[in-house]
């Protein structure tokens, strides 16, 4: 591959402008050829614009070649000087995928340089196809960010060597937050890809973001393309003396500590209903939630700024979530569950974790029957059932062990009479729990399943748009299950779906009653289960008239 050949011309013959210390690079005599003052302070003479000392060191670490190195302000300055060096304004284009840093956008634009993106898979996997077809004759660059900002998630070497090898213009690799991922650095391949420029930077894992220390690395002409172009002195004497400190300190234990306090914040956002935290192979999270808007505006009020990054393509509700000092990490996890737990339907109560808002309490009390229902969609609490008839427990119990919802259901009813009001009541008492702990209904599936179940078929069907429809086709040829009598089924159901205004059509055939009872209320958990989760992809309500 001719490099040469993806210069812009007036680089390509640019003289480049010769410092004093270009010309004697010696360190002792008396230096009257800079025009500096002459009174020491400490920073009164011109930095070494070779940064040779800093380069050694850097290399040193990096195994790579001090003429294979630039190091600039920021890794900022080495993506303007990509565009400097090889886009001829209003005629060259450059590629990169959506959402990504910022940056490449910007600087394209302040170089006047067409920038196209392409939108990343819903999982944040580039499809390499659709990348490169965005690439013609005039794509001098493409920007790969891995691990990419703000999705957190590394690309396989395999896909960026696929991509150097088909494109025939510079791959800039951004690799700003390699020392966080999983994926090993691209580095060692530097040799093998002259069209290669990786990124690195002394902002992240360093820890001397103030600094301003970029550095990229590349085949010695690039490199010497880059010196040429940057400023003369681009990086100061004192961010230089500080970065000698910044490289002897012990950055694989800090990165540990990153590493270890990502696991625990993402295990523990992620068990907070509602949320659904990204892998990472950064140092930040990328969290989606159920209204980013609120939910950063919340946070803020706790003191707590996180990056809301809910407008980038692809990441609609999502908070970019940096992993902090482990008393930081742990007043954000506070906050989160604080701001999500105290905005559910009822105060904190009888153990349920905090950060649960999908649960409600209904307590239903009429001259005849005496009913508590507790709910909470997502799980959280130990479910139980006691109505005083044995069979409509075993019943009431198939619903939290199949759909994975906590329940709660004690009912104190004129048994002496009849099984009607208490088997009728709770129905009532559960139906509009469950309709309470919905919501806004925000992000739920909205519908049920069928399915087959032992011996027995049996189906419910279930639509929690909020309109009342009931159809019940359920044969049983006994009277009795055990303590219950079987119509009492029907009235269950049908008061439960009135009170928790769904669409719900339950039909089943088979030969044992028992069974048929059991696989109805399985059947229920089930569709009750697929009807009530989160889509983690999707927080609108699912209707066309965006309300339910
Ligand atoms: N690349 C990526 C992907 C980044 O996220 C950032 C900072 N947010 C940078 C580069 C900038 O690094 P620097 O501080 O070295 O300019």
């Known amino acids: 591959m001719d490099i040469y050949k993806l210069i812009r011309k007036n680089i390509l013959g640019l003289e480049p402008y ?11 005599g008396i230096f009257l050829d800079a025009n500096e003052s002459p009174f020491d302070n400490g920073f009164n003479r011109y930095p070494d614009p070779a940064q040779k000392s800093l380069k050694g060191k850097v290399a040193a670490i990096k195994g790579v070649p001090v003429e294979n190195i630039f190091i600039g302000n920021g890794s900022d300055e080495a993506i303007d000087l990509c565009y400097r060096i090889f886009c001829e304004p ?44 965005k690439c013609d004759a005039g794509t001098r660059l493409i920007f790969l960010c891995s691990p990419n900002n703000p999705s957190a998630r590394a690309l396989p070497n395999s896909q960026v060597e696929d991509i150097l090898q088909k494109f025939e213009g510079i791959v800039v690799l951004d690799e700003a937050y390699i020392d966080f991922s999983s994926v090993p650095s691209m580095l060692p391949e530097l040799d093998r890809y002259p069209n290669l420029i990786i990124l690195q930077t002394f902002s992240k894992a360093w820890g001397a973001a103030g600094l301003r220390l970029g550095m990229a690395f590349a085949s010695r002409q690039i490199i010497g393309y880059f010196s040429k172009v940057k400023y003369p002195y681009n990086v100061d004497v004192v961010s230089m003396r500080a970065a000698d400190a910044a490289l002897s300190a012990d950055v694989a234990a800090k990165v540990r500590i990153t590493l270890s306090e990502r696991a625990r914040v993402s295990d523990a956002l992620s068990a907070i209903p509602g949320l659904f935290v990204y892998p990472s192979d950064a140092n930040f999270l990328l969290v989606k939630v159920p209204d980013a808007d609120v939910m950063y505006g919340k946070l803020l009020e706790r003191g707590i700024i996180v990056r809301n ?66 709910i909470c969609l997502d799980g959280g609490f130990e479910s139980s059932s006691d109505t005083g008839l044995k069979f409509f427990d075993h019943m009431l119990d198939q619903i939290p062990r199949h759909s994975g919802v906590a329940l709660k259901v004690k009912a104190a009813g004129d048994l002496d009479v009849d099984e009607h009001h208490t088997v009728e009541d709770v129905g009532i008492a559960l139906g509009e729990a469950i309709g309470k702990a919905l919501g806004d209904k925000r992000g739920i599936e909205r519908y049920g399943f069928v399915l087959p179940m032992d011996d027995c078929e049996a189906s419910v069907l279930m639509d929690l748009g909020g309109r009342i429809d009931f159809e019940w086709d359920v044969p049983f040829t006994r009277e009795y299950l055990g303590d219950v009598p079987t119509e009492m089924f029907r009235h269950f159901f049908k008061s439960m779906c009135e009170a928790m205004k769904c669409n719900l059509h ?14 109805v209320f399985k059947a229920f958990a089930k569709a009750l289960r697929a009807a009530v989760r989160r889509d983690a992809w999707n927080y609108d309500v699912p209707s066309s008239k965006g309300t339910l």
């Open 90 to 133: 209003r005629v060259n284009n450059a590629v990169a995928m959506a959402p990504t840093y910022g940056m490449y956008g910007v600087a394209a634009g302040i170089n006047d340089v067409e920038f196209r993106q392409v939108l990343l898979n819903e999982d944040f996997s580039l499809d390499t196809g659709k990348l490169l077809s």
């Open 18 to 28: 010769s410092t004093a210390r270009d010309e004697y690079g010696g360190q002792v």
């Open 506 to 519: 339950v039909k089943a055939s088979g030969e044992n009653n028992h069974h048929l009872a059991e696989s």
């Open 309 to 374: 990054r809910s407008n980038m393509p692809g990441c609609a509700g999502c908070l970019r979530v940096t992993i902090g000092t482990p008393a930081e990490n742990d007043a954000l996890l506070a906050a989160f569950a604080g701001i999500l737990g105290s905005g559910g339907t009822v105060p904190e109560a009888e153990g349920l974790p905090a950060g649960f808002s999908r649960w409600a309490e209904v307590r239903r009390k009429t001259g005849e029957t005496d009913v508590y229902v507790r």
